[in-house]
Nanobody, 120 residues
């Protein structure tokens, strides 16, 4: 089991920045990968960025996030961050932290979500 607790959401003006944090309840080296997803009203949940916790910390970004968002881990704090810059109103969504564990990613865990609202 992995409990994930997100923080850092809020209201920001377009062009602003936010940093989201997700603290995991266990050593992240025991987790295959972690990621951030988002879900806007009336839309499906989509991947924003992901990072492997081993294998050199490979990252993957949605096209909409490339160049603006950065995902990173702090292994000592068992925390994954999402740094978001140049925010746009279309980035408004609930952002969810995700952890994948087990053989072939058999287990997936989700945080409770944190709201990000970008005003124009």
């Amino acid at each position: 089991q992995v409990q994930l607790v997100e923080s850092g959401g809020g209201l920001v003006q377009a062009g602003g920045s936010l940093r989201l944090s997700c603290a995991a309840s266990r050593n992240i080296f025991s987790i295959n990968a972690m990621g951030w997803y988002r879900q806007a009203p009336g839309k499906q949940r989509e991947l924003v960025a992901s990072i492997t916790t081993t294998s050199g910390g490979r990252t993957n970004y949605a096209e909409s996030a490339k160049g603006r968002f950065t995902i990173a881990t702090d292994n000592a704090k068992n925390t994954v961050y999402l740094e978001m810059h140049s925010l746009k109103p279309e980035d408004t969504a609930v952002y969810y932290c995700n952890a994948v564990t087990g053989m072939s990613g058999a287990y997936i865990y989700w945080g409770q979500g944190t709201q990000v609202t970008v005003s124009s």
